[in-house]
């Protein structure tokens, strides 16, 4: 009985590559247990190995991959499960996804837009606040994701605010611009966050070590920051 270890809560390319090699290996959904790295102890007996090269080829649709890749942002520790039951499933039936009232399709098509609705508030809601002043300011935001959507949503405040350098913080992991990529650090506790003042002394504390502004390019904030 395999148990199979992503690397983070939303590695998809673990679980599409773990998933595959299930498949191929006829491995049943119910033999399978997914958990994520740190999340839960080792298991006490050594986890199944997998064929490193199975026999055999399938494909499932691109409706399926998009599908995946939204509900996996989901918090329902439950969804890697989920996911590998409509991959089995769909190797025998390529129509499955059509059939919206299937319980495991129902499932994951609400998983997909409560993660897109949460993406959706995160765009809206965000508001930077400036610290600093001149060659040192920096935009500082708190965020309190429903689902694990701030990796996939950062790019969108590095596109819309490419030539300011700011911080997302939230509680799963943050999100740092600094005009040339985006990247993800550990998240905060919230405690650390109650007050503006705090989540500044926070993001100072932990966070302004691995932003250098002479990287920016320009320091030009764009119109409407924040909206």
């Known amino acids: 009985m395999p148990t199979i270890t992503l690397e983070c809560e939303t590695d998809f390319d673990g679980w599409r590559k773990a998933a595959r090699a299930l498949v191929l290996s006829e491995v049943r959904p119910s033999d399978v247990t997914w958990r994520v790295r740190g999340n839960a102890p080792e298991p006490v007996e050594p986890s199944a190995l997998l064929p490193e090269r199975p026999h055999g080829t399938f494909s499932v649709s691109a409706k399926f991959i998009t599908l995946a890749q939204s509900a996996i942002l989901h918090r329902d520790p439950l969804r890697f499960a989920l996911l590998y039951r409509l991959l089995w499933r769909l190797r025998g039936d390529h129509d499955l996804l059509l059939r919206a009232s299937d319980p495991d399709v129902s499932q994951a098509i609400a998983m997909a837009k409560a993660v897109h609705c949460d993406q959706y508030r995160m765009r809206a809601s965000i508001r930077f606040r400036e610290i600093g002043r001149e060659q040192k300011s920096h935009y500082l935001a708190w965020f309190e994701p429903d689902h694990h959507i701030v990796q996939a949503t950062a790019p969108f405040f590095a596109h819309r605010f490419a030539d300011m350098p ?44 691995i932003f250098n502004p002479a990287r920016l390019k320009t320091k030009t904030t764009p119109t409407g920051a924040g909206k």
């Open 166 to 209: 700011w911080s997302i913080l939230t509680p799963d992991v943050c999100a740092h611009w600094d005009g040339h990529a985006v990247l993800i650090t550990s998240g905060v506790n919230d405690t650390e966050a109650s007050t503006e003042d705090r989540l500044e002394e926070t993001w100072r504390r932990m966070c302004a070590g």
